[in-house]
């Protein structure tokens, strides 16, 4: 219990400490105009208030992955908190805030175009695709995960099959039309439901006598399958998601200030990790174990089976319903924007102005028919590579990031030293992985650590940084004022 407790309020002082020191290393300046106002066209480039930008930005993000992803990650026990609170404060919210940040700064560009300006012009077609796929992939699994959940809580005519096609007509909708006429208005009473689910679980847990595992560094597997890397790739979205960097770019577009990002940004990834610290509890907690647990997830419902015993066991019917819906949200908010964020993408790709509707439909048709199709086509095994794609591609932004901060003259040790951490974990999976070439960890690993080593020294050698920005002296200032 005291390590569920000491891990939300690590969360929260991470936010309040390490939060004030990006963004003075970043420089947000509140005198500079944001794209919202240069660029204005009613449709994408529109200005929001902050508390709507930042709801936004958090359902935009937190898809199944802090739910599903935590809950999987369960699995090898109370080490799942320290990887979700120092991901989350170290890596994934510096990911999100200088990828929202950047593309502010650079008019509201996506990531293949923040890519090519910061990692060079041929990285720019790799990230297009990569991007591109991964989004389309990302917004139709996110249809048939809350489908079927749906489908449980709806009369038998509503079938899964149903649900998939009013998931979609919503999904098309939502593509198409400006940010603020479905996403900005909607979204609100989604995020009242989100709220519902993390406080009622969360509560649960605190009140209702639930065990909770202290922190240990043990590997807890039921089948020992290694802590490194295979729990920082499943625990993706509660600590660190490249999935983000496609989202982040949607609200940079509508931020008022710069000083909003640090709330927007860093803020909702902590909120995120927060929810995926609840559910790994709740996972860990309520079957009385982690052996019990690995038997529920070894079963075909699998994580929605937990989260379905979970929500109505700790909360009741009415509770449990909200909360199933809390989770329903969720991947539903990211398959919108997922495909929102692609057509950014291709629009960019073939310099296509997304003002007139009629080039938004030019997009929106052709991209939903691909969709339909790969909705009909088993994802399980497409799935396991897009947990690995997840990761890469925040490394590859964290770099990104890392090259912007030098140019800047900035501190880029703060995207730098995750960046060569994730270098670290996405080569040793992909080298150890069974999708991927299946060596033994006494190879896998040494790759993984010399890949991480080589990119660091690429980058150092490559940039030449004449200093580091902000200096020791003024973090312990900041530090001091936030205490």
């Not at 200093?467 to 003024?474: A, C, D, H």
Request: glycine share 10%; with cysteine.
């Amino acid at each position: 219990m005291f390590s569920f407790i000491g891990s939300i309020i690590a969360l929260i002082a991470g936010y309040i400490i390490y939060g004030a020191i990006i963004e003075r290393v970043f420089g947000a300046d509140e005198n500079r105009k944001t794209p919202c106002y240069t660029i204005n066209d009613g449709v994408d480039f529109v200005p929001m208030d902050k508390y709507r930008s930042a709801l936004i930005q958090l359902l935009n993000i937190a898809g199944l992955g802090p739910i599903y992803g935590a809950i999987s990650g369960a699995l090898w026990g109370p080490a799942a908190f320290l990887w979700i609170v120092f991901g989350g404060i170290f890596a994934g919210a510096v990911h999100d805030y200088l990828a929202g940040m950047i593309s502010l700064r650079n008019k509201g560009a996506n990531v293949p175009e923040i890519a090519a300006k910061y990692l060079g012009e041929k990285s720019r077609i790799i990230i297009n695709v990569f991007a591109v796929v991964l989004l389309v992939l990302v917004g139709v699994v996110f249809v048939n995960g809350p489908a079927g959940l749906l489908a449980i809580l709806t009369p038998e005519v509503l079938t899964k099959s149903v649900w998939v096609w009013i998931i979609f007509a919503y999904y098309f909708l939502a593509t198409l039309l400006p940010i603020d006429k479905i996403i900005g208005r909607i979204y609100p009473i989604f995020g009242a439901i989100l709220l519902i689910m993390a406080f009622g679980i969360g509560g649960s847990l605190l009140f209702q006598g639930y065990h909770i595992p202290e922190i240990t560094l043990a590997n807890l597997h039921p089948k020992g399958a290694p802590l490194w890397p295979l729990m920082f790739i499943t625990i993706a979205c509660g600590a660190i998601s490249g999935f983000h960097a496609t989202q982040s770019p949607i609200i940079s577009r509508c931020i008022r200030n710069e000083k909003e990002g640090r709330f927007v940004f860093y803020g909702m990834m902590i909120v995120e990790s927060v929810i995926a610290l609840i559910w790994a509890a709740a996972a860990m907690s309520f079957y009385g174990g982690i052996p019990a647990l690995g038997k529920v997830l070894a079963t075909p419902a699998g994580p929605s089976g937990v989260v379905k015993e979970a929500s109505f066991g700790m909360m009741g019917a009415v509770g449990g319903v909200l909360a199933i819906l809390g989770v329903v949200v969720l991947p539903i908010t990211s398959g919108d924007t997922a495909f929102r964020a692609a057509r950014y993408t291709i629009a960019e790709m073939i310099k296509l102005d997304q003002k007139p509707i009629i080039n938004r439909y030019k997009i929106t048709i052709p991209m939903f028919a691909v969709g339909i199709v790969l909705s009909q086509i088993d994802f399980n095994i497409v799935w396991r590579y897009f947990a690995w794609s997840n990761q890469t591609l925040a490394m590859m932004v964290l770099w990104a990031g890392a090259v912007y901060l030098v140019r800047e003259n900035k501190n880029y040790w703060i995207a730098a030293i995750p960046a060569t951490f994730m270098t670290a974990v996405s080569i040793t999976y992909i080298f150890q992985a069974p999708e991927g070439f299946g060596l033994p960890t006494s190879v896998s690993y040494p790759v993984g650590l010399i890949a991480a080593a080589a990119a660091f020294l690429y980058f150092y050698f490559r940039t030449r940084p004449l200093n580091t920005g902000i200096k020791l002296e003024e973090i312990k200032n900041i530090v001091e004022e936030k205490i």
